[in-house]
T-cell receptor, first 114, second 111 residues
Framework: ETGVTQSPTHLIKTRGQQVTLRCSSQ?????VSWYQQALGQGPQFIFQ???????GRGNFPPRFSGLQFPNYSSELNVNALELDDSALYLC?????????????FGPGTRLTVL | QQQVKQSPQSLIVQKGGISIINCAYE??????FPWYQQFPGKGPALLIA?????SEKKEGRFTISFNKSAKQFSLHIMDSQPGDSATYFC??????????FGQGTELSVKP
């Protein structure tokens, strides 16, 4: 069984640029959630995708968008990057929407915005 | 109401001692309470989790105690080891799968 994988591992961008982060969910999982973790903080929920549809969104502006593909892998896109977008971006997969489904996290993508 | 408050922010324990981390929540719709362990540069790893119909759950050296009426839960690490040194996050989840995390506790276990 393959765990959650994310790419790239690290990324450096400049303010105003756009970035795409990728996530492959764990085998058998159809739900992907994205989280932003600033240094020294707990992860903050960005949004969740269930069977290719967005299912819930946290307090993030529309320049944060996403996609889920038929194989349940997912992308997070961030437009017009700001310095405060520098963070570890985490993807988590689970097997459904019901409360109590275990979410398994990938290693994250470290984004630095200069 | 969506917050999960975690304490302490940092904790130093001697090898073999007991590490205790506490969390409190407000939203009674939460029905799943996991704890995650995170090492520097890594993603959070699920450690142990509990549902509110159970007051205690033990897995090896890790125990969750849950007090539904007080809306509090805690993680106990027995016989703490230097390899347990990491950041620990409590979280709460309601139907739909959105996890609300605490601020984290940086645990250091001294040999």
């Amino acid at each position: 069984e393959t765990g959650v994988t994310q790419s790239p591992t690290h990324l450096i961008k400049t303010r105003g640029q756009q970035v795409t982060l990728r996530c492959s969910s764990q085998s058998g999982h159809n739900t992907v959630s994205w989280y932003q973790q600033a240094l020294g903080q707990g992860p903050q929920f960005i949004f969740q995708y269930y069977r290719e549809e967005e299912n819930g969104r946290g307090n993030f502006p529309p320049r944060f968008s996403g996609l889920q593909f038929p194989n349940y892998s997912s992308e997070l896109n961030v437009n017009a990057l700001e310095l405060d977008d520098s963070a570890l971006y985490l993807c988590a997969s689970s097997s459904g929407l019901k409360g109590g489904d275990e979410q398994f996290f990938g290693p994250g993508t470290r984004l630095t915005v200069l | 109401q969506q917050q999960v408050k975690q304490s302490p922010q940092s904790l130093i324990v001697q090898k073999g001692g007991i590490s205790i981390i506490n969390c409190a929540y407000e939203n009674t719709a939460f029905d799943y309470f996991p704890w995650y362990q995170q090492f520097p540069g890594k993603g959070p790893a699920l450690l142990i989790a509990i549902r509110p119909d159970v007051s205690e759950k033990k897995e090896g050296r890790f125990t969750i105690s849950f007090n539904k009426s007080a809306k509090q839960f805690s993680l106990h690490i027995m016989d703490s080891q230097p390899g347990d040194s990491a950041t620990y996050f409590c979280a709460a989840q309601s139907w739909g799968g959105k996890l609300i995390f605490g601020q984290g506790t940086e645990l250091s276990v001294k040999p």
